[in-house]
């Protein structure tokens, strides 16, 4: 059975944006026969990392010398296939993904080399993590606004030298509710999300026009552009 450790990154958890697009991904995960784990970065008591000598790299490869909830998390991760991160877009990710980014470090062996003009390193042989998706969603219209959100997944999964699986995302998402329930396009979206989970698990991968359904605009930019402005005003 396929292992799966997902890491919501929202400070609103369940109740946000973000969750509305995760939970369907990760129903569509475990459709097609996969354990799924789900945690919130805000109900974890992670600190930043502090080592300035970089104690997971030079003094005890692979073990870090914060004691926090980290360390119920790490034998997870260890334990996992997939790793998903879902975030909602902030400049560019909330502060407690970030931490939790920063802090995947010990997973990671201390031995360098150069690929494509880069420098990349692995996972240690004991992270069975294969790949890393993102879910991400965005108050903007355009799925430019993701693209640093995406960088920075692509060059975790680069320098770990295990497959970016590709990003799930939803602009302007709150437009898929209308008085707390899901619109007709909603709902087409959510159907969609939940299909890009179940391929990711039973293809190996998402399909680009799942992905696009995904995605696609509610509304046009010009009229999201008024509602935003005439909020403003007012």
Known sequence: MIKVVAINGSPRMDK???????????QGMTDAGSDVELFYTRRLKVKPCTCSEMFCWYSEPGECCIKDD????????????????????????????????NRLCPL??????????????????NVKIRKIVLVSTGGWWEKGNFGTVVRIVEELAEDASVEFAGAVLRP???????????????????????????????????????????????ISEEELRHRYNKALEK
């Open 172 to 218: 302007h998402a709150f437009l898929m509710k209308k008085e707390e329930e899901l619109t007709k396009d909603g709902k087409a979206v959510v159907s969609a999300v939940r299909r890009a989970g179940y391929e990711l698990i039973k293809e190996g991968g998402m399909n680009r026009e799942t992905l696009e359904t995904v995605s696609h605009p509610l």
């Open 70 to 101: 980290m360390q119920l998390l790490y034998p997870k991760l260890r334990e996992a296939d997939i790793l998903v991160l879902a975030t909602p877009v902030y400049i560019p990710l909330p502060g407690d993904m970030q931490i939790i980014i």
């Open 108 to 125: 990671i062996e201390p031995f360098l080399e150069t690929r494509k003009g880069r420098t990349r390193a692995r996972f240690h042989d």
């Open 16 to 26: 946000g944006n973000t969750a509305m697009i995760v939970a369907p991904f990760i």
